[in-house]
């Protein structure tokens, strides 16, 4: 069995089949990448695994768990980290709170020692403010730490999206188009972070992304999804040149 | 300017960052407890006032300014805590007890509320709330043998050991005494793994629960903690008032709380105060500022929720940070004084943001 398994999902909305039976496997330590054209239904695949939406019909399976038998809240407990396509920060709080809410899976401290500030939680906040501090470090974000969200600009907020999402020291990392908005230097930067992700810290990723030279780059099998049916899968250049890859994209072009 | 050298992690999460904070906010309450020696009774009576509302705001910002659920029903919360202090020292208790019931049965309403308000938000949560307020004031109103009812009820003074407080200095005290132990617990939850979920509940409920918050856990506990600060509000306030009458927690009440939080600055623990005070200095200066004006004028009815509109809408046309946002800028403009920018607190563009996921 693989790391990551999806079988035979389907889920539509108002009628419209948004994800329709689509069935693949990620292997452990690997970069699996998506693409396919705008609203084939590959953000709906990262929204079915966080068990935002609820599926019509299918399996959901991460390293023997069923995803379905889960809520939303339970999945990062698992080890599965995501980041968002139009970014789901904590606006009103510093990079530095929003890291540690990274943290919160491994919270073992009751209500009322929280409400004392006990010295266990005193010790447990310096382990998480640790563990937090390597990841500024390794997403060089120093300079940042205690700046509020919302005054910060765009590719600056992609990367502390990215950080929190760290934070939870995931198994598996979803990232929602994590070059959408960065400029290509920025671009270049992400593609050497998920290669060092995948390296340094043992994590399996699986990223959709329409930078297709990010795709050949990174990411060891890719996926295609059109209107929300797989097209094809296999490795970059295979599923570039696919017949049905081409056309969708040259009809998507139209 | 000040520039802070960190040495270590462990400074950021003392409550006081710096020696000037320790110097200042020192000052502040030794000036407080010491306010009985400068002030006469009735000034220490409006003190007293404006700490009970701080109280209250207190519990409210854990709820709304901390967690993002409106309530239009903490009155509810300050009557549920009023009457219970009130009849717990009629049957003979001391406040040792009549205030953690007060506490505790306030914090059971919160439970009540919350356990269904934690599937709303919005408008739907803010009418539930409302519904909830308007049933405790007709239950107080009906409850003849515990509230007096429409009549009323006398409320006995505090008893501490045996020792009744009957000095308004003394209550002015005890109500800071508790006030304070209060701010501390609140204080540290903000700076624990709960008050940074219920923030991250506020600021996007989706991504909370993608790292493992579970929302309406997060909600009910700020509900709960909310409900027991107001319930001890209420309680001090039943000896303020030393008469309670149902009508005393009507939805005004609950409005007038909201509006504290709202002008002191949403989100912030200096806000409350900021507000009460605020907020404690209207109410004054409005009854003085009546009796000077002439009848036809001052006599009006709705005079004083006009005055109260047209501050409220001011605030949140030309601040909407607050009194406390305001002051934030005055103290930057201070501390990088010839250096300093109006650009620095320019909202900037905010990034389009879906009800969709994608
Ligand atoms: N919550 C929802 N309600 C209704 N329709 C939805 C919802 N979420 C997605 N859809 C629809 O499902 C389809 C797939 O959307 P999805 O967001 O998965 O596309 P996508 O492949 O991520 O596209 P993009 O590249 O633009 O991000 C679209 O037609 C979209 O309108
Ligand atoms: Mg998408």
Request: glycine share 10%; charged share 15%.
């Amino acid at each position: 069995m693989s790391f990551l398994e999806i079988e035979n999902l389907s889920i539509s909305f108002g009628g419209v089949k948004a994800v329709d039976d689509v069935s693949f496997a990620v292997e452990e330590g690997s970069v699996y990448a998506i693409i396919g054209p705008n609203g084939a239904g590959k953000s709906t695949i990262f929204n079915l695994l966080s068990r935002f939406y609820e599926p019509l019909s299918g399996q959901l399976n991460f390293a023997g768990n069923d995803l379905l038998e889960l809520g939303a809240k339970d999945i990062a407990r698992l080890g599965i980290a995501r980041t968002f396509q139009n970014l789901e920060l904590f606006e009103h709080a510093s990079v530095l709170q929003n890291l540690l809410v990274g943290r919160h899976v491994h919270n073992t401290q009751s209500w009322w020692r929280q409400l004392l500030f006990t010295g266990s939680v005193v010790e447990a906040e310096l382990e998480h403010r640790r563990k937090v501090e390597e990841v500024i470090d390794f997403l060089e974000l120093a300079h940042y730490r205690n700046q509020i969200i919302s005054g910060l600009p765009y590719g600056v907020r992609k990367k502390i999206e990215l950080a929190r999402a760290l934070c939870i020291e995931p198994k598996l990392l979803l990232l929602d188009e994590p070059s959408s908005g960065l400029n290509p230097e920025e671009t270049e930067e992400m593609g050497f972070w998920i290669e060092d992700i995948r390296r340094d810290l043992n994590m399996t990723v699986v990223l959709i992304e329409h930078d297709m030279s990010l795709v050949a780059e990174v990411s060891d099998r890719v996926l295609a999804i059109v209107n929300g049916k797989v097209a094809a899968e296999g490795d970059h250049a295979f599923v570039q040149s696919h017949p049905d890859v081409v056309s969708a994209y040259l009809g998507d072009a139209q | 300017m000040r520039i802070l050298f960190k040495t270590n992690y462990k400074q950021d999460l003392n409550l006081a960052k710096h020696g000037g904070h320790r110097f200042w906010y020192g000052l502040l309450i030794l000036i407080l407890f010491s306010a009985p020696l400068i002030l006469d009774g009735y000034y220490i009576g409006e003190a007293t006032r404006v700490l009970i509302y701080a109280m209250a705001g207190l519990g409210l910002m854990v709820v709304t300014g901390f967690t993002g659920q409106v309530s239009l029903g903490h009155a509810a919360f300050l009557a549920i805590g009023a009457y219970t202090n009130a009849w717990f020292l009629a049957q003979g208790f001391s406040s040792f007890v009549a205030l953690p019931m007060a506490a505790l049965l306030s914090m059971i309403g919160g439970l009540l509320v919350a356990i269904p308000a934690a599937r709303m938000s919005g408008i739907y949560l803010a009418i539930a709330t409302l519904a909830f307020s308007i049933i405790v004031e007709d239950f107080a109103g009906h409850l003849n043998s515990i509230t007096g009812g429409n009549r009323g009820m006398m409320v006995d003074v505090p008893m501490l050991f045996g020792y009744q407080i009957w000095e308004s200095w003394e209550l002015y005290l005890f109500v800071l005494c508790i006030l304070i132990i209060a701010t501390l617990a609140v204080l540290n939850i903000l700076r624990s793994p709960l008050g940074r979920a219920m923030i991250a509940v506020r600021d996007s409920e989706v991504s909370s629960q993608a790292l493992g918050v579970n929302p309406m856990k997060i909600k009910v506990f700020a509900f709960t903690v909310s409900a027991a600060i107001t319930g001890l509000a209420g309680a001090f306030l039943a000896h303020y008032m030393m008469f309670l009458t149902p009508q005393i927690f009507g939805i005004l009440l609950s409005i007038q709380l909201l509006l504290m939080i709202v002008l002191g600055g949403l989100g912030t623990v200096h806000g409350v105060f900021f507000g009460a005070v605020l907020i404690g200095v209207m109410e004054t200066g409005i009854s003085i500022g009546k009796d000077a004006l002439p009848f036809s004028i001052g006599g009006l009815p709705g005079i004083e929720p006009l005055i109260f509109g047209v501050i409220l809408i001011s605030v949140i046309a030309f601040e909407p940070t607050g009194i406390y946002g305001r002051w934030v800028k005055i103290r930057s403009y201070m501390e990088f004084f010839p250096v300093y920018r109006r650009k620095s607190f320019k909202r900037q563009r905010s990034y389009l943001k879906t009800e969709r996921l994608r």
